[in-house]
Antibody
Framework: QVQLQESGPGLVKPSETLSLTCTVSGGSISSYYWSWIRQPPGKGLEWIGYIYYTGSTNYNPSLKSRVTISRDTSKNQFSLKLNSVTAADTAVYYC????????????WGQGTLVTVSS | EIVLTQSPGTLSLSPGERATLSCRASPSVSSTYLAWYQQKPGQAPRLLIYGASSRATGIPDRFSGSGSGTDFTLTISRLEPEDFAVYYCQQYDSSPPYTFGQGTKLEIK
């Protein structure tokens, strides 16, 4: 069974960089698409971006200028960096695996709350 | 960009009743790439339906999906207490690849 676990600081200051890591167990990141999704408190889901096992990436145009997703195959992890954060970036951040053919989010991490505040 | 609009925003029903949740796409979406998720408070979303009508592994058969083009429906035939949650539809397309509906909250009447 594939399991995903987010980790990283729960508090980030405005204008700084949010950095999160997703550790995958029960499967290799050297296949499939791997994604980040976020959910502001009390609101809906927003797709941030994904990285393919080849290393290619695709980002939400609304966040593209501030987002980088990378991977470390030796650690079976992938990561999210979001720079120049504001209070609007406060959210629960989820990592997820995308099923390749039908492109749905098949497995999810439990999510981690990141608060942007000074 | 494909916009998904879910209705109603909140649905109040009693256990044992039938629930019908709508997801309208503009412009149209391939049914191959339409999915539904259930989210309970404090939990990650859980995949229910993919390909508009295929149940994910372990999902009870009281959940069913249907539709094509611009109109999709999630039906829960007979509500159990554990079904009261928020439901999201999601589509995959070209740019941006992924969008979600705003959600329907299914609450106990």
């Amino acid at each position: 069974q594939v399991q995903l676990q987010e980790s990283g600081p729960g508090l980030v200051k405005p204008s700084e960089t949010l950095s999160l890591t997703c550790t995958v167990s029960g499967g290799s990141i050297s296949s499939y698409y791997w994604s980040w999704i976020r959910q502001p408190p009390g609101k809906g889901l927003e797709w941030i971006g994904y990285i393919y096992y080849t290393g290619s990436t695709n980002y939400n145009p609304s966040l593209k200028s501030r987002v980088t997703i990378s991977r470390d195959t030796s650690k079976n992890q992938f990561s999210l960096k979001l720079n120049s954060v504001t209070a609007a970036d406060t959210a629960v951040y989820y990592c997820a695996r995308i099923e390749a053919a039908r492109r749905y989010f098949e497995y999810w991490g439990q999510g981690t709350l990141v608060t942007v505040s000074s | 960009e494909i916009v998904l609009t879910q209705s109603p925003g909140t649905l109040s029903l009693s256990p044992g009743e039938r629930a019908t949740l709508s997801c309208r796409a503009s412009p149209s979406v391939s049914s191959t790439y339409l999915a539904w998720y259930q989210q309970k408070p404090g939990q990650a979303p859980r995949l229910l339906i993919y390909g508009a009508s295929s149940r994910a592994t372990g999902i009870p058969d009281r959940f069913s999906g249907s539709g094509s083009g611009t109109d999709f429906t999630l039906t829960i035939s007979r509500l159990e207490p554990e079904d009261f949650a928020v439901y999201y539809c999601q589509q995959y397309d070209s740019s941006p690849p992924y969008t979600f509906g705003q959600g329907t909250k299914l609450e106990i009447k």
